[in-house]
């Protein structure tokens, strides 16, 4: 009898016990995996940020999901309208990185805290904020001194910073560390990933170049910019279109303007941009004709009316 009930003992704690092991060794992977594909299939910021509580409820040390709700935390941004609640946002998207212990922390995670340290000094315009922002970026690049990325998110840091000479620096260390796009072991999709970074790394020079007042180079980005998106990124035409006006000519920039406005006919943007600039060149005619485009696109458009009152009409 005694026998037996120490066998049942036995068996409560040995049933306990392979209990306990699997909720800790495979249930919560589980279901945290399962709350964490939650967030992917939504875009309900309040579901998402539910969901990654009870990820966290089961896993809360896992490095991978502190990296991915930092990165929807930055992505959750557009849903905040004051530069105060996006910084708070982003304080919390740090504080989450920096919860990933220091011998865990891959070059992903280095180069991922940095970006988040850039945008927040970019919104805060303070010098510390910056100057975290730059400490992170000398630890990505000890984690990867080969990895182009890393100086093309350091530039981005330098061109918030306005710093056009420290940024041209980067940039250019960037440039010359990213494959060539024939590359004959690059895959198509290797090959287009380097293609988007590059693009950002075309823009950010041609900023940086504007500023510096070499008008020529600047040009040439764009140019290349365009190589890569000709059709998808008609702002680009915009900043070309500046490039001429920086310069007084501004025959160079309806031109450009232009191009920008055949991408995109029906935002009343390309048309107030067009109207202005042929006030300034004054010829109101033409000016005339595209604040009255304006109207035909958005009849409300406080600016068209008003440069159409002071045109006389």
Request: hydrophobic share 45%; net charge negative.
């Amino acid at each position: 009898m005694r026998i037996r009930f120490w066998k049942s003992i036995l068996f409560v704690f040995f049933f306990c016990f392979l209990a306990a092991a699997f909720y800790f060794f495979n249930l919560r992977i589980f279901l945290a995996d399962y709350y964490y594909n939650r967030t992917l299939l939504t875009e309900d910021w309040p579901e998402v940020l539910a969901a990654y509580q009870k990820v966290f409820l089961f896993q809360p040390a896992e490095p991978f999901y502190h990296q991915q709700f930092a990165l929807d935390l930055d992505w959750g941004l557009k849903f905040y309208q004051s530069d105060e609640s996006k910084m708070k946002v982003l304080d919390l998207a740090v504080s989450q990185m920096e919860k990933i212990e220091e011998r865990e922390r891959s070059y992903s995670v280095a180069i991922y805290l940095a970006r988040l340290l850039a945008h927040r000094a970019d919104l805060s315009r303070v010098q510390g904020d910056f100057a975290k922002a730059e400490q992170a970026f000398v630890q990505a690049a000890m984690l990867a001194p080969q990895m182009a990325r890393v100086y093309t998110d350091w530039c981005q840091l330098k061109v918030y910073e306005q710093e056009w000479e420290q940024a041209r620096e980067m940039c250019q260390r960037a440039f010359h560390l990213y494959p060539p796009l024939d590359h004959p072991q690059m895959n198509q999709e290797h090959r287009g990933l380097v293609a988007v970074e590059m693009v950002g790394l075309y823009e950010n020079l041609g900023e940086i170049y504007v500023n510096l007042g070499d008008y020529d180079k600047a040009e040439s980005m764009y140019r290349q910019i365009l190589k890569f998106v000709p059709l998808s990124r008609p702002d680009i035409w915009k900043k070309w279109g500046d490039v001429y006006y920086l310069q007084g000519d501004l025959d160079g920039a309806i031109e450009k303007n232009f191009h920008g406005y055949t991408l995109k006919p029906r935002d009343p943007f390309w048309s107030l941009t067009l109207a202005l600039l042929y006030r300034g060149k004054g010829d109101e005619e033409s000016a005339r004709f595209w604040a009255e485009n304006i109207l035909r696109l958005d009849p409300g458009n406080k600016q068209a009316k008003t440069l159409l009152d002071k045109l006389g009409v």
